[in-house]
């Protein structure tokens, strides 16, 4: 497994600590279980032993940190890949960025007559190096910032 930063380690640490509720310091099936329909989700039984036990490596009934990790990384990797293939359908001009050609295109695709204003938002909320279009790398930045840091940002912004 790629060498973990400490940023990722911290995050980490604190997603697990708010995930388990018991002494032993893993995470039981039941712990998952909670967690996963506390976010909204509801697997089946079977979906969620089958998460489980692809999470429990070394297969003892329980994810410890280091699984944890591992898995985390794995899905954030997935992540990033799937953010990247959503990227392309918005770089319609096949040049590596999102311009505002290439927004106007993809609103126009949907039957939407697109507003520069509107345009020139999101080209602001994505173009982290004010170069004036967005790359894959800062795609996936803005895709991946929680929905309260993205409306914070708006609102100082305004």
Excluded at 82 to 89: A, G, N, R, T, V
Aim: aromatic letters at 8%; one cysteine or more; glycine letters at 8%.
């Amino acid at each position: 497994m790629e060498k973990l930063t400490e940023q990722e380690l911290a995050e980490y640490a604190k997603s697990f600590g708010l995930l388990i509720k018991n002494e032993h310091g893993v995470v039981t099936i039941n712990e998952l279980r909670v967690m996963v329909h506390t976010l909204g989700e509801n697997p089946t039984e079977t979906e969620l032993e089958e998460t489980f036990r692809a999470s429990d490596i070394d297969g003892n009934g329980e994810i410890d940190f280091k699984e944890f990790c591992f898995v985390m990384h794995r899905f954030e990797k997935e992540e990033k890949r799937q953010l990247c293939e959503s990227f392309k359908m918005f770089d319609q001009d096949g040049d590596g960025y999102i311009g505002g050609e290439d927004l106007v295109n993809v609103w126009k695709s949907m039957n939407i007559q697109p507003k520069n204003v509107l345009i020139e938002r999101m080209l602001k909320a994505g173009d982290l190096d004010g170069d004036g279009k967005i790359s894959c790398a800062e795609f996936v930045t803005m895709m991946q910032k929680p929905f309260a840091q993205k409306h914070q940002q708006r609102e100082t912004s305004a």
